[in-house]
């Protein structure tokens, strides 16, 4: 009888000590999942700081980078948001591509949702070319960039002259002309990168 007590406890005291492993280990994977989610807020947090202080060092009014903060900065945190999700190098292009979209009256989005259809955000491009885009890219053609900066610029003034300003303004629309061979899918892809990113 003491045996089988003995025996009971024992496997009480095994099946508690296990509870309490698994419990630590799933309050652990939370705590870690929670680390990294507040360290992209602060570095979102950071940036949105840095532009606070610029705009006052320029001479803007509260009102004026509270407006900012409205518009432009929700742009490029969610920019940054997306970039950092996919560990892409565009991360630090944020601020040029909605100052680009601004210029061109692009929808901010666009240029980036096009970079992820075409390259996975830069991850599949030709080496050292700064075209996350596909742009000018069929046979043995590759157009290359000096900076992103540069591919960014271009590809945004050349979607504004080339496609917006002709009536092409859906992914669909676009697609006739930017990949005629796509079965559809370049669009869908587009939309979907488009929508992840509002």
Sequence with gaps: MRIRKLIQKSFLLIFVYVLVVFVAFGIGIKLSAMNRQLAYYRKVMDDLELISLLSLEQGKSQTEILTEFKTADIRIANLKYFFRKYDSVLY????????????????????PAIAMQESGLCKHIYEGSHNCWGWGIYGNKVTRFDSYEEAIETISRGIKKNYIDKGL???????????????????????????MIE
Excluded: C, H
Aim: proline share 6%; no cysteine; hydrophobic share 35%.
């Design 92 to 111: 630090d292009q944020s601020d040029y591509i909605v100052k680009m979209a601004d210029q061109y009256t692009l929808d901010y989005r666009l240029i």
């Design 169 to 195: 303004t859906t992914p669909e629309a676009i697609m006739r002309k930017y990949t005629p061979p796509s079965d559809g899918s370049w669009a869908f892809g587009v939309n979907t990168f488009l929508k």
